[in-house]
């Protein structure tokens, strides 16, 4: 399967998704207006992954904002892993928040009370 | 700009305006707008927690302008009738920052607005948390792009009350202003 390597901008996260490791890392910001258009390629290549996926598929999910409208789009990229985790294979979504950024913590934890992953909250600390 | 205009935003002038802005609303000035208040905030003595809580919050408020400032007002009647006009004012109070926008809507979407807001005001905290979920879950997109949850991302996030106002422009059109509020308590050194 091809590598994604989406650099990041001002708005939208550095992105890259790997077959062969099974690691995929969203990274930045991710505050674009029309996002559904953004996380289309990501949720395709995390449909077709999902037939012939790595012995374990590592998430690591590292934004420092994201808005709203890409709230959804994550929630559809986090429910491709839920079928991956469905289907018996082994899946982690690690969450990654700023030592003093409560509300990311807070996000993530809504993200865990709907997905069935297994997620780990992970401080950062400076 | 009309004595209309001047009057609402006279209204939503409060405090010590950071960034102010009144005309067409696009992708570019909200872009533009984002790295100005992201530099003015780097000589602000707020906690870096506020800020981030603030900077999210903002857009929020202006890509909420964004995706509803596209009513077709071309009655015909002044200057004002340009769509995708828009309002907003980040401004620093004594200990808070306030985030005013306003745009023009049909009369008719004024009960649905309302309502939304009347909801999410009346909601706890954790009620809060509860309907986000649900709608972050459950809810479509809109046409536009939006996902219905600005609205209670912003409430959420600031932990204060939604004020909003309409003032009437004609017999079709009124200018809807939002305003959201955002605590700072100032720096303990």
């Known amino acids: ?126 | 700009m009309s004595v209309f205009l001047d009057q609402c935003y006279e209204h939503m002038n409060k405090g010590e305006v950071i960034v102010a802005y009144k005309g067409t609303i696009g992708a570019d000035i909200i872009t533009n707008t984002l790295s100005l208040v992201e530099l003015k905030l780097e000589d602000i003595d707020v906690q870096n927690a506020v800020k981030k809580k603030l900077y999210n919050i903002l857009v929020e408020s202006l890509q909420n302008l964004y995706h509803h400032v596209d009513v077709p007002l071309n009655n015909g009647k002044s200057d004002d009738c340009k769509s995708n006009f828009g309002i907003f004012i980040l401004s620093k109070l004594d200990d808070a920052f306030r985030i005013s926008t306003g745009n023009f809507i049909h009369h008719d979407r004024i009960p649905v607005i309302k309502g939304k807001i009347d909801k999410i005001n009346s909601l706890s905290e954790e009620e809060l948390k509860e309907f986000y979920k649900f709608v972050l879950n459950n809810q479509k997109f809109s046409e536009k792009g939006g996902g219905g949850l600005g609205l209670i991302d912003m409430a959420r996030k600031s932990g204060n009350k939604l004020d909003y106002k309409f003032f009437k422009y004609s017999d079709d059109f009124e200018f809807f202003n939002l305003t959201v509020v955002i605590n700072a308590p100032s720096n303990l050194n």
């Open chain 1, 1 to 126: 399967m091809e590598l994604i390597n989406i650099e990041g901008t001002p708005k939208t996260p550095t992105i890259t998704m790997n077959a062969e490791s099974g690691v995929i890392d969203i990274k930045g910001r991710s505050i674009p207006e029309n996002s559904i258009e953004f996380y289309k390629p990501i949720v395709d290549w995390l449909e077709e992954y999902a037939k012939t996926p790595a012995s374990k598929t590592v998430v690591n999910v590292q934004l420092e904002y994201f808005n709203t409208s890409s709230s959804k789009c994550i929630l559809d990229v986090f429910k491709k892993l839920e079928v991956l985790k469905k289907n018996n294979n082994d899946v982690i979504i690690n969450w990654y928040y700023e030592e003093d950024d409560e509300d990311m913590l807070e996000a993530g934890e809504d993200y865990e009370s709907i997905i069935k992953v297994p997620f780990k909250m992970i401080q950062i600390v400076d």
